[in-house]
């Protein structure tokens, strides 16, 4: 399966978005939390000229807590670079952007200097949500339906903070069908862009390997599934998703199983760990401490 993904405002949205990263003080990116690789825009690092850079892990309440604090430590080992995970819906956990922002360029926020922030992140990855927390009032549009942003808008947040609010912006073609497939699952790439019954058995094989006591506790299966076909086949049966002759609808039960997995019902949920090698180990060693399972 490959996955195309061009509108026509994408172009022009990097062509804007370089304008104004010229003219802002710091980078605010958005990122899921579940998997900060591939809900990235790469062309940002090109953009950036060494302007602070916050990147933001939201969704974070869906989002392994040991992974990402993982991924907080890899990527603030990067000079300039700041990670802060955050669920865009909690208006406590948000009040932290606008104070590190603050922290990151202390010349601005004043009467005269306001700090300028460029918000950018990719479709359906909350960046409305969190706009909205952050202003207090409904000035962003929140939907479900990726790319429903079209043109830049400036926010005075009236304190010292004002945001300029991208285009949402993706990657034109997905060449790496690993990335796709885990946007898919978690919904970043809208219903007409993907089969689910391939994106269910991507899903249910990455959980049977990673997260398989999630599935246990959710289906309360005797044993695990051999495998993402008999996984999804018994989802079907339980759920009812029966085809005429008796089988089981595939497609119905990858429906049902995503929409379980998005909403977090499987529990927290990483699909991108960082480098094996940098955090493994460490990530193991968390995870005893905090007496979290596997
Ligand atoms: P966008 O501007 O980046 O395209 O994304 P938007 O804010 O529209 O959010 C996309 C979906 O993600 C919305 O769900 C929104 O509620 C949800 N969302 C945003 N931030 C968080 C978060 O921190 N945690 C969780 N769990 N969900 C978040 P939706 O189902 O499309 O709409 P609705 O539930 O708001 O009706």
Redo the contacts with the bound molecule.
Sequence with gaps: MTIEWYPGHMSKAHEQMAELVRRIDVIIE?LDARLPVSSANHLLAELRRNKPWIKVL?????ADPVVTKAWVRAFEQQTGIRALP?????HREVLQLPKLCLRLAPTRGKPGRPLRAMVV??????????INTLAGKAM?????K?A??TCAQQIDLRNGIILSDTP?VLWPTMSDQGAAYRLAATGAIGANALDYTDVGLFAGEFMLARYPDQLLTRYRFPELPESPTELLEQIGRRLGCIIAGGGIDLHRAAEAFLRELRA?KLGRISLEEPEPTAVEGESDVARDEAGIEP
Excluded: E, H, Y
């Design positions: 958005i939201n969704k974070n309440d869906l955050l669920s865009a819906k909690q992140g990719i479709p359906n990855v909350g960046k409305s949500t969190l962003a549009r929140v939907g479900d990726p429903i942003t949402g977090g």
